[in-house]
C-alpha cells in the first residue's frame, strides 16, 4: 500500500469542534497509510489583529504540490482573504482536497443540514414548551453553518407569527468568550428575561448558562438555554445541555477515507451529509431526560479529575518553559532551555525551524493590515529555513538549513504513517520568527494552555531577538563613539580607549613607548584648488597608508582634521625611523599608483620615552606635535630657498 501525505488546515485546535474533528482524522491515518500535516493557527482569542496576523502566516507555509491531498477546516478561520489564498494555492496545486462543513463546490464535502437541526430544536421550544420570546446567540455573520443555522430560526419564529426584534440575535464568534458577553448585555439591557436563548453551539451555549447561574438566574427555571453540535458529555455541567449531537470525529474519519478512495481511483460521491439527532435535555425544560446513572456521575468525575491533573502538569510545564525561556540572555542559553523543554515532553519528533532573517532589526511594517484590508494575507517565511532544534526518535541531531518546500527534514527511510505533525507559528505579532513542528507530544495540545504555551514561546524568542539587536545597536554605537566615520580608523576617543590599558602597564612597568604625530601637507590647497571633495580623499589617502605601515600592533588614529597620531609600545629609535621610512615610502607609492591631481605629502615627528604616573598620553602627543611642526617648517623653507 502507498503513503500519503496530507496537509490539514485548522484553526484552534482547543476547541472541542476542532478537536473531535481531529481525533476522527488521527484515528483513520494509520488505516489509511496516512501522515498528515496540520497547519494550526491560534488567531482571534485574542481580539488583537496583529496577532492574527502573525498566526494567519503558518498557513502560507505549505507548498500544497508537495501533498497528495487536503483536508479543510476553513469554517473554523475567521478571514476570507486567508481562506480564499488557501482555496487558489489548493486549486493550483491540483491536489483531491475535502472541506468539512462549508460546503466548496469543486471540493469534496462533508456536512449535515444545519437548517433541520435548527428548525428542530426551535421548533421543539415553541411547541412543546409553548416560548414565545427568544434571544438567539449566533456564530460570525459570515460563517455559512451559522448563517444557516440563523435562516433557520428566523423561519420558524416567522412561520409562528413570533416578534423578532433587532437587538434579539446576538452575533459573536463560537468562542466561549461571546456567549458570556451576550449574557453579560442581556442582563445589563435592563429588559425582560425571554423564555429562551437559543446558542448556534454549545461552547457559548454553556458560557451564558454559567454567566447566568452566577447572576442568579436560574436555568431553565428562569430562562432555558440551548446550544449545537453536543461537544459537551451530558455530565459536563451542573445544567444539561439541549444540543443537536452530530458525528464530528466521523466526519474525520470520513475525510481520509474520500482522500483514499480518490487516490486510488475508487467510486464515490462528492458530498457526505451525516445524520444527527437533537438531545432534548435539561436545559430547555425537558428535566425528565436528565441521566441519573450513578456510574455515568463516576466517569463524570474520574474525567474532570484526569482533565485537572493533566492542566496542572501542563500548567506546570508551561511555568517551568516560560521562567527558563524568559530568563535566557542569549540565544545559546534559549536553544539549551527548549531542547530541555522537547527533552521533557518527548515526542516522536520536534523541529524548531526559524527564518534566516528571524534575527533582523528591521521594523516591521505597520500599515494596514491584511485581513483589515481584505487583500492579501501575510506569507513572509524565508525561502530557507534554519533547524535549530531537530529531534527524532528520543535523540537531537544537526539538521542545518531546509528549503521553506520541504516544511522539516524528511528521514530517508522512514517509511512510519499514521503521524500527525503539527505546525506552529512563531511570531510576535506581526514579525514572523519561524514555526514549529511536532508529532506526538506527552502534552495535550488540545488544551487553551497548549495556546498559551505556545504564545510564551513565541514571546521569549521575540525577547532574544531584542537582546540580539540591542548587542547590534550597541556594538554600532561603540563603532559610532570609537571610530572616525569619515576615515574608517580610530578617531580620539577609540585611540584613548584601545591605547588606556596598554598605557597603563607601560607606566606600571616602566615600559618604553613610541608616540608619532603625523599632518597632512597643503590640505588647504588642495581644498581651495580641487574641491573639498579631494582634499577629504588625501585625508582617507593618509589613514590607509598608516593601515598598511603599521604592522606590529601600533594603535593609530585621526586626530582631527587632517592630523593623526601613532601609538607603540616598547618602541626602539630604530622600530621608530622604520616605521616613519615605511610611511613615506608608501605615501610615494599612492603618489605613483593613483596619479592624484595634486602630489600627497606628510610630515611627522615622534617621541620615545617612558611614562611615569601622573602623566598623561597627551603630553607625548603635544611632544610629538612639537617635533612634526619643526619638520613641516624645514620644508616650508627648503621650498623657499629652492626658489
Given at each position: ?10 484553526e484552534?485546535i ?15 491515518a ?12 491560534f ?6 489583529p496583529?496577532h ?6 503558518i ?19 475567521a478571514?476570507q482573504?486567508?481562506?480564499d ?38 421548533e ?35 412561520e409562528?407569527g413570533?416578534?423578532l426584534e ?45 454567566y ?11 430562562v ?14 451542573q445544567?444539561e ?10 466526519s ?5 477515507k ?13 458530498n ?12 430547555c425544560g ?9 456510574e ?31 530568563g535566557?540572555?542569549?540565544?545559546d ?6 531542547k530541555?523543554?522537547?527533552?521533557e515532553?518527548?515526542p516522536?519528533?520536534?523541529y524548531?525551524?526559524l ?31 534554519i ?7 528520543g ?25 500527525i505533525y ?22 495535550q ?5 497548549f495556546?498559551?504555551?505556545c504564545?510564551s ?7 532574544i ?11 554600532r554605537?561603540g ?29 606600571d ?31 582617507c ?24 597620531i ?5 618602541y ?19 603618489n605613483?599608483?593613483k596619479?592624484?591631481?595634486y602630489?600627497?605629502?606628510?610630515s ?13 598620553i ?12 619643526e619638520?613641516?617648517r ?7 630657498l629652492k626658489?
Amino acid at each position: 500500500m502507498s503513503s500519503y501525505n496530507i496537509a490539514l488546515i485548522i484553526e484552534e485546535i482547543d476547541q472541542s469542534y476542532q478537536s473531535a474533528i481531529l481525533s476522527g482524522i488521527a484515528s483513520m491515518a494509520a488505516e489509511y497509510s496516512m501522515n498528515v500535516s496540520a497547519f494550526v493557527s491560534f488567531s482571534g482569542a485574542m481580539n488583537n489583529p496583529r496577532h492574527d496576523t502573525g498566526e494567519f502566516t503558518i498557513f502560507s507555509l505549505p507548498d500544497f504540490s508537495q501533498f497528495d491531498g487536503a483536508i479543510l477546516l476553513t469554517n473554523t478561520i475567521a478571514y476570507q482573504p486567508v481562506i480564499d489564498d488557501i482555496l487558489s494555492r489548493i486549486k493550483a496545486a491540483g491536489i483531491p482536497a475535502v472541506s468539512i462543513d462549508n460546503d466548496i463546490p469543486y471540493l469534496y464535502y462533508i456536512g449535515i443540514d444545519n437548517k433541520t437541526a435548527m428548525r428542530n430544536i426551535t421548533e421543539h421550544l415553541i411547541n412543546v414548551h409553548n416560548y414565545k420570546r427568544f434571544f438567539y446567540i449566533s456564530g460570525p455573520e459570515d460563517n455559512p453553518e451559522s448563517a444557516d443555522r440563523l435562516s433557520a430560526f428566523c423561519e420558524v419564529v416567522s412561520e409562528h407569527g413570533l416578534i423578532l426584534e433587532v437587538n434579539d440575535i446576538f452575533y459573536g464568534d463560537f468562542r466561549a468568550r461571546s456567549g458570556r458577553i451576550a449574557a453579560e448585555e442581556l442582563l445589563s439591557s435592563g429588559r425582560n428575561l425571554p423564555d429562551a436563548i437559543i446558542c448556534a453551539n454549545d461552547v457559548m451555549a454553556a458560557s451564558a448558562i454559567n454567566y447566568l447561574t452566577a447572576n442568579g438566574v436560574s436555568v431553565p427555571g428562569d430562562v432555558a438555554v440551548t446550544g449545537f453540535d453536543n461537544t459537551y458529555s451530558t455530565q459536563n455541567y451542573q445544567v444539561e445541555i439541549t444540543s443537536v449531537d452530530r458525528p464530528l470525529s466521523l466526519s474525520g474519519r470520513l475525510a481520509c477515507k474520500m482522500l483514499y478512495n480518490h487516490l486510488n481511483s475508487l467510486p464515490q460521491q462528492r458530498n457526505i451529509i451525516l445524520n444527527m439527532s437533537t438531545r432534548f435535555t435539561e436545559s430547555c425544560g425537558c428535566c425528565e431526560n436528565v441521566s441519573h446513572d450513578i456510574e455515568a456521575f463516576r466517569e463524570f468525575n474520574y474525567r474532570n479529575y484526569m482533565r485537572f491533573e493533566e492542566a496542572q502538569h501542563l500548567m506546570s510545564s508551561i511555568n517551568l518553559v516560560s521562567t527558563g525561556l524568559l530568563g535566557c540572555y542569549n540565544f545559546d542559553e534559549y536553544i539549551i532551555q527548549m531542547k530541555k523543554f522537547v527533552s521533557e515532553i518527548s515526542p516522536d519528533e520536534f523541529y524548531f525551524c526559524l527564518c534566516d532573517n528571524w534575527d533582523s532589526e528591521t521594523a516591521v511594517d505597520r500599515g494596514p493590515l491584511p485581513e483589515i484590508s481584505n487583500k492579501e494575507i501575510p506569507s513572509k517565511y524565508t525561502d530557507e529555513m534554519i533547524v535549530q532544534i531537530a529531534y527524532r526518535d528520543g535523540a537531537f541531531f544537526d539538521a542545518g538549513r531546509i528549503n521553506k518546500r520541504e516544511i522539516f527534514p524528511k528521514s530517508a527511510g522512514d517509511s512510519v504513517t499514521g503521524r500527525i505533525y503539527y505546525h506552529i507559528p512563531l511570531h510576535f505579532g506581526e514579525r514572523c520568527l519561524g514555526y514549529m513542528v511536532m508529532c506526538n507530544p506527552k502534552i495535550q495540545i488540545s488544551s487553551s494552555m497548549f495556546e498559551t504555551l505556545c504564545i510564551s514561546i513565541s514571546n521569549s524568542l521575540e525577547n532574544i531577538r531584542k537582546l540580539i539587536c540591542l548587542e547590534y545597536a550597541v556594538d554600532r554605537l561603540g563603532k559610532l563613539y570609537a571610530l572616525d566615520t569619515f576615515s574608517g580608523i580610530f578617531n580620539r576617543n577609540g585611540f584613548v580607549h584601545a591605547t588606556e590599558a596598554i598605557y597603563r602597564d607601560c607606566v606600571d612597568n616602566h615600559r618604553q613607548i613610541m608616540l608619532m604625530f603625523i599632518d597632512l601637507d597643503g590640505l588647504k590647497k588642495i581644498n581651495d584648488t580641487y574641491g573639498h571633495s579631494v582634499g577629504d580623499n588625501a585625508i582617507c589617502s593618509i589613514a590607509e597608508v598608516l593601515r598598511t605601515s603599521c604592522r606590529s600592533g601600533e594603535i593609530f588614529c585621526r586626530f582631527g582634521g587632517d592630523e593623526f597620531i601613532v601609538f607603540g609600545a616598547d618602541y626602539t629609535e630604530t622600530e621608530a625611523k622604520k616605521l616613519k621610512e615605511r610611511i613615506k615610502r608608501n605615501i610615494r607609492l599612492i603618489n605613483e599608483k593613483k596619479k592624484k591631481p595634486y602630489r600627497l605629502s606628510a610630515s611627522a615627528g615622534y617621541v620615545i620615552d617612558t611614562p611615569k604616573h601622573g602623566e598623561d598620553i597627551f603630553r607625548f602627543v603635544t611632544a610629538a606635535d612639537n617635533i612634526m611642526y619643526e619638520e613641516k617648517r624645514r620644508k616650508k623653507l627648503s621650498r623657499y630657498l629652492k626658489k
